[in-house]
């Protein structure tokens, strides 16, 4: 504790940062200085106030003089930010006996009454901390009358055994070290932390003279605000109770009075339209003063508005985006605080339909909330029945215990997605967030029954293929039937924000786009460029896999071949239709991935079916399927190793490329694919693909007769590949970092099986964050910085990128940022979000020597 | 090439280094200038080789007139390595028909036309490249016949439309550039690169003037050494064949003599007494002023003993450790070297029983060699039948498409292992050379059916279960019955080289050890204590298992403590029995680190078995498997996490060891356990999991009333603990590295999943070596550096270690004690291999700085 308590007036020459007084003290001197009717008010310091709470109570005499003999006051919290809350405000200290007789002169016996009653309750649950049940007959009507006060006193003295505190230097100094304590006990300590609250968060307090609502004339208590929380358009939003005091006019129960006229009701600007014009004036007044958007906690004593608090409006994110946007044009900020205004995770919210929150909802399920946006649609249990829904052009909602990658032709189809099981990074919820499909996984109330096709509820509905539901995938909840919708708006607001981004952004975001209306919806969002093309994706297609699991079935290369040559003209169509709708931009493709058993069915009705397509008997299917299966599919025969020991197939890829760029460089500027090989663990494995896709490109070039250039890069998925950058750069015209497989090997952790034990490893903070929303500074960061710094160093030319999750999240956009990238690349729907991050990351200016980001 | 040819006459003085004339030219010019009757021989440089085959030929009359003028020579190579193989020699160099007449008066028409029919056919097939086939009917025999040197005569020179070339010069011309270019052949260059060469391996060669084995008088050609090949005891063995040439006596077909009088047949002793007693003498001389036991290539010319060559006697594994034992026993070499001649890998072979080479045997099956020794016994084909067989006392072979977690017990009974199925680093291959078990793998030729018990070979024979077969897992076959073998000597020469290893060897060798048995073996083989006691194969054992799985069934936490009671007592037992056997040595204990699924049953009949056993419906038991299952267990819900999740298991386990401590130190020196943490990824995993273990050894402090310390370490398995060592280190007092899954995660690489590209990725050179075998020095290596630094500079006493099956890899054992490490841990029966090892990297002395070793 300092030696002297700092107890600051707020008001015009003041300083009062926030960091020292906290958030709310800094806005009301702020107030107070632009000349706004904000009641006398101090404000006492943050280690002040830990002297408080260690028992050092500064001299509240001279304090209290200040505000003059008959002054009654509140004392509210402060903390150094506004998120992390902090103790409720108590009013009406410093009443006694005396100051009551006072106010039953001023007030009238029932309002003078309920002051003092309100007090001593307040003062023995929140001070005194006796048992609030003592005083539950005494209602907030009942107060008013003078029996009630003398039992509200009366019981404080039998549970205390003392009179009820008369001198307000007492009250106050008890209310103040009550605060300051209840702001060090577990639970405030808990749930600020669950705000962000760093261990050693400060609070600073604020006595403030109170304005009386309940007095003659016109007389009440209100908050309002000056936009509409849902949009951020202009317009007066609140609510006012005549005699009330603080809050009041917020609790349930209360029939508070609308601000604006209103036919529902009475309202302000019915009884008292120039307090209402006063509180616009005054918050035009603050919003160009504090820089923002605020709302205001008032108080009419006797027909004059008092500004007891004040704090940002209420917005939702869309509002947010309206607000920022609004402020800077009319100058009140700068663009480049504008940006800094909004947080780049809640765009997604703009981005998709999102339930009205005042339509009526009827849920039926709860689970995690794996991917924004709502949609309704029929129920289908099957990808099969939701690409018949599909051409039906029935909106649909596919329900699975869990989706397998058999499930993604499916999920193109459907409108939404239901899971019983898995976890936010679940294969559904991850390629429902690729997709911008709205999904709710998880939902482990329901049971599925795929024979019958029903989905039973907990509480024992029953739902049938073909009834409507709707999924909302921003709060993780599914609703019986069709729900009302707020449509999302990429324009007005949102686009001026958007080109703001483009201005300050200054590394390219590419998208991650594996279907033409992926990668139209990428340029939509003003995506540079294709990051990553899954070109896997493309064989899950009904015709394409059976051709695909004819190659897998075959046990000559010649065999393998001929069913290859067979998918090479789809392949080739997919990338001459991407070159065409990327025309001029970079399209990166990443050689096929996955292991070849995720092409074959798994149930045994499924080989049942596959045997007899393929004329094969069922027991040859079944022991293919033995044969390619894996103990850890993750760590397998996947990526650059089957590229390796099966080359027929990057062979045909590179041809499909190849053949492509030669169709699309006729119409236009000549395309220049980017090929990156995917899982490379050794140098020499870079080398022996380049080799093959270099003799490719010969053979079309001599065919063709059209000569193209390529670039040929590698993705780091492994830490090897990270550890030998060095090497792999020299053979490589780009290192492309696959950060979800990178974070699953550096912390040997498979996403699909980490949602058993993420959330319990979060809370027990042995992880500050899930590894695979957040990228990991220390551990998988380092290898990052490492490999970027081998790279670079052994070919100054390589471009260095990030795909993948970590591609659309704004924590791990800045990093990459700073190290230095060249690009990102995230799913379509994260393209606004990572220009805002990156935006924001080069607005700070955080542009730190990577060697500052070593970590050793 | 260089401007002079080097040529160099063996002999006294020559200076003949192995680097530039190769091997055998420095080991027959060292015989020379001992003294021995080597005949007169020159040796042709590497680099004049070089040139030769670039078409430089020496001045070869110069050379020739060295030898006189009758003079027939041979041709030699003399590559750097003796390993690096070479053409072969060619003999009767320089004969022509003058020559040929001579040889007549010399040593009769026979001889002397079976010597120019030879070299005529040989010239004509070796070095004028004709086809053999031409010459097919001249055999040795009818060589003798002056027609059919007539008609080989006729062949060339109707082949190639010239005489027979008559001047030596131009044969020897022809000749050295024919061998010189046959080693610069792809066909040559692949099989010496095989055999190690480097791609610029060189080749010297040698003209030597040649003795006669085929004149009048005692003459005859063969080899001879003496020491036994199986054993290295001293005994003369080897053939010789009186009028024979070079090489003759060991050709199929040829009845040739023995060496010593034997009473099967004739010998040299028999009819030259004389001459053995020569080539005796001869051995001796050359055994000391060579420094090992050679074996001779010799010649008897009309009764005179001619060393044409010599070469370090042939010897099996068992005889390399007898006959440096001798020759350091004897002075011939230091104690250094004679460590120095054991290949540590070799050691191997001498502590299991091996197959008799000269036993009968029947192959039914050919596999991976996966864990050496033989074993013979019962076919059982699952884990219950060879525990049966063993209450029974009746040997087994355990035969399984692959082993699985379940069938540990199974391969603690048997006495050895065949499976259809896996390759080197499968789980069966893995677990049996831990156990030190006869395994072999991969043999894909047979069929089983677990229905019927039958086991059916390729060629259709059907065993049954009961049926006696031998696996031989040190060459990789199974064979019908029993088969004779030879039993490993653990004393005599070995126990002696162990002793010496023991001298230098300054790091520490640890075993890893899960039972008592391992425990006794580790003391057996000298390990100076258990750097990895695995717990979890304790629970694996039949009445543990039971109620191992009333643990993962149990839905409360009180359930799950209540099971895990009753374990305790039994491991309680396991860790006194385990403390007692290695009084005095440290015993490291790895927490529960298997992901619970690995103790369900897999199959739907065990599931079966289950429910009734627990009374739980099957559909509960299924239910609770698929709960469990995971799609990459390797990467999921194991080692700490399940410690941190379920934290009772990490609980009852320390119990168990304190109270074990607290026993084992009543009787003699207190016990300091040593606990390691599994699947360590962040600090805070170490700090939870101390906590607890500290809370439970202060109770059983309390409790018992005895004080103990332990120490606690994590394992660093996963790239990010070792990336954050230095964290990790400042809460521990160890690091042990457990490479395996390090190695895993490193390069993104199931071992499980793995053999089915390993080979083809290390034929590519993708892998130098399989990286489960030989440490990755460049990706995983640098991460142990990486960590070993961070983790000393956190914390200078922090322990170092690598467990695992590293520990046991000479050259990886090598980098460790290089880097500093203060232990490495392997199987008992790779202490040895361990041992031998870190002393010939002592010896060496390259004891490297840590930083040189860091690849950047």
């Known amino acids: 504790m300092p030696k002297h308590a700092q107890i600051q007036r707020l008001g015009k020459d003041a300083e009062v940062?926030?960091?020292?007084?906290?958030?709310?003290?800094?806005?009301?001197?702020?107030?107070?200085?632009?000349?706004?009717?904000?009641?006398?008010?101090?404000?006492?310091?943050?280690?002040?106030?830990?002297?408080?709470?260690?028992?050092?109570?500064?001299?509240?005499?001279?304090?209290?003089?200040?505000?003059?003999e008959r002054g009654i006051l509140s004392v509210r919290s402060s903390p150094v930010e506004r998120e992390w809350g902090g103790p409720e405000t108590l009013l009406n200290i410093g009443l006694n006996d005396n100051i009551h007789a006072n106010l039953r002169h001023r007030l009238g016996?029932?309002?003078?009454?309920?002051?003092?009653?309100?007090?001593?309750?307040?003062?023995?649950?929140?001070?005194?901390?006796?048992?609030?049940?003592?005083?539950?007959?005494?209602?907030?009507?009942?107060?008013?009358?003078?029996?009630?006060?003398?039992?509200?006193?009366?019981?404080?003295?039998?549970?205390?055994?003392?009179?009820?505190?008369?001198?307000?230097?007492?009250?106050?100094?008890?209310?103040?070290?009550?605060?300051?304590?209840?702001?060090?006990?577990?639970?405030?300590?808990?749930?600020?932390?669950?705000r962000g609250a760093p261990s050693d968060a400060g609070l600073g307090l604020i006595v403030q003279r109170m304005a009386i609502g309940l007095g003659a004339g016109e007389s009440g208590a209100g908050l309002v605000q000056f936009v509409k929380p849902s949009t951020g358009e202009t317009a007066v939003r609140g609510r006012y109770l005549p005699k009330g005091q603080g809050r009041d006019a917020m609790l349930a129960g209360r029939v508070a009075s609308y601000i604006t006229s209103d036919k529902r009701g009475v309202s302000l600007e019915d009884v008292n339209p120039g307090a209402l014009a006063d509180?616009?004036?005054?918050?035009?007044?603050?919003?160009?003063?504090?820089?923002?958007?605020?709302?205001?906690?008032f108080t009419i004593e006797s027909g004059k508005v008092w500004l007891l608090d004040a704090a940002p409006a209420a917005r939702s994110p869309r509002a947010a985006v309206q607000?920022?946007?609004?402020?800077?044009?009319?100058?009140?900020?700068?663009?480049?605080?504008?940006?800094?205004?909004?947080?780049?995770?809640?765009?997604?919210?703009?981005?998709?339909?999102?339930?009205?929150?005042?339509?009526?909802?009827?849920?039926?399920?709860?689970?995690?909330?794996?991917?924004?946006?709502?949609?309704s649609g029929r129920i289908v249990f099957s990808a099969t029945a939701a690409q018949a829904s599909a051409a039906r052009e029935e909106p649909s909602i596919l329900v699975r215990h869990e989706t397998t990658p058999e499930d993604i032709r499916g999920m193109h189809s459907?409108?939404?997605?239901?899971?019983?099981?898995?976890?936010?990074?679940?294969?559904?919820?991850?390629?429902?967030?690729?997709?911008?499909?709205?999904?709710?996984?998880?939902?482990?109330?329901?049971?599925?029954?795929?024979?019958?096709?029903?989905?039973?509820?907990?509480?024992?509905?029953?739902?049938?293929?073909?009834?409507?539901?709707?999924?909302?995938?921003?709060?993780?909840?599914?609703?019986?039937?069709?729900?009302?919708?707020?449509?999302?708006?990429?324009?007005?607001?949102?686009?001026?924000?958007?080109?703001?981004?483009?201005?300050?952004?200054?590394i390219d975001i590419r998208a991650n786009a594996d279907t033409p209306s992926d990668a139209r919806m990428a340029r939509v969002f003003g995506a540079t460029g294709i990051g990553l093309c899954r070109t896997e994706h493309m064989f899950f297609q009904e015709d394409r896999l059976t051709v695909m699991r004819e190659m897998i079935f075959a046990d000559e290369v010649a065999d393998r071949r001929a069913a290859l040559d067979r998918l090479l003209p789809m392949q080739r169509s997919d990338f001459t239709e991407l070159f065409e709708i990327m025309q001029g931009m970079p399209v990166c493709i990443r050689l096929f991935d996955p292991p070849l058993h995720e092409f074959l069915p798994h149930s045994r009705e499924a080989m049942q079916e596959l045997a007899e397509a393929m004329d094969l008997p069922v027991s040859q299917v079944i022991a293919r399927a033995e044969d390619l299966a894996e103990f850890n599919p993750m760590l397998g025969m996947r990526g650059v190793r089957l590229g390796i020991v099966m080359p027929e197939i990057y062979e045909m890829q590179a041809r499909a490329i190849f053949e492509a760029t030669v169709k699309g460089s006729q119409s236009g500027e000549p395309v220049v694919p980017e090929i990156m090989i995917p899982l490379v663990s050794a140098s020499r494995e870079v080398e022996l693909v380049k080799a093959r896709l270099d003799a490719v490109a010969s053979e079309v070039q001599i065919e063709t007769g059209v000569k193209f250039t390529y670039r040929l890069g590698a993705m780091v998925e492994t830490p090897r590949a990270a550890l030998r950058a060095g090497e792999l750069a020299a053979n490589s015209a780009f290192l492309s970092f696959g950060t979800n497989d990178l974070t699953q090997m550096t912390y040997g952790l498979s996403r699909d099986d980490a949602g058993r034990f993420m959330s319990a490893y979060v809370n027990l903070e042995v992880f500050p964050e899930d590894p695979f929303h957040t990228l990991d500074v220390d551990g998988v960061?380092?290898?990052?910085?490492?490999?970027?710094?081998?790279?670079?160093?052994?070919?100054?030319?390589?471009?260095?990128?990030?795909?993948?999750e970590h591609g659309g999240d704004p924590a791990s956009i800045g990093f990459c940022r700073d190290a230095g990238f060249d690009y990102v690349s995230c799913s379509p729907f994260r393209v606004p979000i990572a220009y805002l991050a990156a935006a924001q990351s080069a607005v700070e200016g955080t542009n730190k020597k990577t060697e500052d980001l070593v970590v050793t």
Chains 1, 2 share one sequence.
């Open 279 to 297: 509180l616009r004036k005054y918050g035009e007044i603050a919003r160009m003063g504090c820089h923002d958007a605020l709302r205001f906690e």
């Open 109 to 194: 016996d029932e309002a003078a009454n309920a002051l003092y009653c309100r007090f001593v309750q307040d003062y023995s649950i929140h001070v005194a901390r006796l048992d609030g049940e003592a005083f539950d007959g005494l209602s907030d009507e009942a107060c008013g009358r003078a029996e009630s006060l003398q039992a509200a006193l009366a019981i404080y003295e039998s549970e205390m055994d003392e009179r009820f505190p008369q001198d307000p230097v007492v009250q106050l100094g008890h209310v103040l070290r009550s605060m300051a304590r209840a702001w060090e006990g577990t639970t405030a300590r808990i749930l600020r932390q669950a």
């Open 781 to 804: 960061g380092e290898l990052l910085l490492l490999a970027s710094e081998r790279g670079r160093a052994a070919n100054p030319d390589v471009v260095l990128s990030v795909c993948g």
């Open 414 to 506: 459907a409108n939404g997605v239901l899971t019983e099981r898995g976890g936010m990074t679940s294969h559904a919820a991850v390629i429902a967030r690729g997709l911008g499909l709205p999904c709710v996984v998880g939902a482990s109330g329901i049971r599925l029954n795929f024979r019958n096709k029903t989905l039973t509820t907990a509480d024992g509905k029953v739902f049938s293929e073909g009834d409507v539901i709707t999924v909302d995938g921003t709060n993780g909840v599914a609703m019986i039937g069709e729900v009302g919708m707020v449509r999302p708006d990429l324009d007005g607001a949102f686009a001026t924000l958007m080109d703001w981004a483009h201005e300050f952004c200054d």
């Open 17 to 68: 940062p926030a960091a020292l007084y906290g958030a709310r003290a800094s806005r009301l001197a702020k107030l107070r200085a632009l000349g706004l009717p904000v009641p006398l008010a101090y404000a006492v310091s943050v280690p002040t106030v830990q002297g408080i709470a260690a028992g050092h109570i500064p001299d509240l005499a001279q304090l209290l003089a200040h505000f003059g």
């Open 323 to 375: 607000i920022a946007v609004d402020l800077a044009g009319d100058g009140a900020i700068s663009r480049k605080s504008a940006l800094l205004r909004v947080e780049p995770r809640n765009l997604q919210q703009l981005l998709h339909p999102q339930i009205d929150p005042e339509a009526p909802a009827d849920v039926f399920a709860k689970g995690l909330a794996a991917s924004p946006g709502a949609a």
